[in-house]
């Protein structure tokens, strides 16, 4: 199976290991050590075991091998693994399902990235030293808890069941846990109580629900950096945020245009840079049953987001629409990451009424005239993974210079293309008529910063009026 050399499953669900042959004496002890020193000499890491039953026979074949993936189906499974598991090599993931109990003590291999637990019944003690274990590797690791049911304490411990509670309690609480990115896909209180005052670094949360459980206790996480949201939301999202936070991610989030304004109203309480990226987030419509109460509540938060210094705010999109840009109209953010040109043309309506926006982000290719209004505050447009045409990138040029005060142009990965096919001699005369002007414009007052540039880009700077300019590389300098 290794031959393949792509990822492919081998399910050992009920396989029974034999003695060797009768009658082949020492062969068959020579056979074992060749076909043994054969496994460890190859590259595992494309098959995935999927373990329903196992046996101590079985773990010592996986023993030091470089298998990728293991799917344990059984607590019994599990338990048996544990002596071995540190020897795999090049494990990457590692599935477990079943149900556990007392404290999981486990050497973990170097190379694991990932732990799901995916039907997993479990108590407080047992998950609780997972994590402690997981916190031991040192870098980043991910803990996908996608079906955990948590369980009370086996009968018949008693006090004890207390005491070990409250003694991994204690541990979990002063070890550093920022490596560890927890994904949770159905929560309960009891769960959340368990990451209370801890340091996990990331938390990824896959349904509102989880959301609106981890709201009691998100503002204890005192090394959470990452939060990331998925499903749907609506209602204001009234919520304390942990100081350390650093960016909250939307992916495939459902939202009215309340719940939006409010969370960037929450972010701006932080009163320091962070992150908002809306990666794909649709706005809804307002709940039915609110009548003309949906129109005063976010009439409410409208104002109250006018009223707000969002300054502080990094808004990233990947994909727009009319109505997230008219949530961002007229308010104080700080920083815009476009990351397509649909963003941006969606954007350009709304730009210059962003009265303390300070840097403007581009990635997509563009082409045609860049006619934009800028607002008085802008300081930077930096253009990343841009593929652009000359009438644009001039025009962009011609655009900032109208500023009339020093600004930077970044470009950091800029390819320019030829012009569009089908304008045939409209293109050369578009391209002449935008040189002509950009020849007759005042650009001193901007400075380009290059990383990587090319003949084609220093032909437009040719002749030109630019102030400054800051070349990141000797190729660039040549």
């Not at 005239?369 to 000359?390: F, M, N, W």
Request: include cysteine; hydrophobic fraction near 40%; aromatic fraction near 6%.
């Amino acid at each position: 199976m290794s031959s393949l050399d792509r990822p492919v499953k081998c399910a050992l669900w009920a396989v029974v290991l034999k003695p060797c042959e009768e009658g082949l004496g020492h062969n068959s002890y020579i056979n074992v050590s060749d076909v043994r020193s054969e496994i460890l000499s190859r590259n595992l890491s494309n098959i995935k075991i999927l373990l329903k039953n196992g046996s101590n026979e079985l773990f010592k074949i996986f023993r030091d091998t470089s298998i990728g993936i293991l799917d344990l189906g059984t607590a019994d499974c599990f338990s048996l693994s544990s002596e071995i598991l540190y020897t795999l090599n090049k494990l990457t993931m590692l599935y477990l399902r079943g149900t556990y109990s007392g404290r999981c003590d486990l050497r973990l291999p170097a190379s694991l990235q990932c732990i799901s637990l995916q039907e997993v019944k479990c108590t407080s003690e047992w998950l609780c030293s997972l994590l402690t274990t997981l916190s031991s590797l040192d870098r980043p690791v991910k803990c996908a808890l996608l079906d955990v049911v948590l369980q009370p304490c086996e009968e018949g411990l008693g006090d004890n069941c207390d005491i070990n509670v409250l003694d991994v309690r204690s541990e979990i609480l002063s070890r550093n846990l920022s490596n560890i990115k927890i994904f949770l896909k159905n929560g309960s209180n009891e769960l959340f109580k368990i990451f209370r005052d801890t340091s996990i670094g990331i938390l990824y949360l896959g349904t509102a629900d989880c959301f609106s459980l981890s709201s009691e206790i998100l503002h204890t996480l005192k090394k959470l950096t990452m939060l990331y949201l998925r499903g749907t939301y609506s209602g204001r999202c009234d919520l304390r945020l942990p100081a350390s936070l650093q960016c909250i991610s939307l992916q495939e989030v459902k939202c009215t245009s309340e719940w939006l304004c409010s969370l960037l109203i929450t972010m701006s309480s932080l009163d320091r840079p962070v992150k908002c990226e809306l990666w794909d987030v649709v706005l809804q419509l307002c709940e039915e049953g609110l009548g003309d109460n949906s129109y005063i509540n976010v009439s409410d938060v409208r104002s109250e987001i006018l009223s707000r210094n969002l300054s502080n705010i990094n808004i990233r999109l990947a994909n727009g629409s009319i109505e997230i840009f008219e949530i961002f109209r007229d308010t104080s953010i700080g920083i815009l990451h476009l990351r397509t040109a649909d963003c941006f043309s969606l954007a350009s309506e709304i730009l210059h009424t962003l009265n303390k926006l300070t840097k403007l982000f581009l990635c997509g290719t563009y082409s045609g005239r860049c006619d934009l209004r800028l607002p008085a505050s802008l300081q930077c447009i930096s253009l990343q993974e841009v593929k652009c045409t000359s009438e644009w990138l001039c025009s962009l040029l011609i655009t900032m210079s109208s500023l009339d005060r020093p600004v930077k142009c970044e470009l950091w990965d800029v390819v320019l293309q030829p012009c569009e096919e089908g304008l045939g001699d409209n293109s050369y005369i578009n391209v002449s008529d935008v040189r002509s002007e950009i020849l007759s414009s005042n650009l001193s007052n901007i400075n380009i910063l290059l990383a990587n540039g090319s003949i084609e880009l220093f032909e437009i700077f040719r002749d030109t009026s630019i102030g400054i300019q800051y070349l990141g590389t000797a190729e660039c300098f040549s």
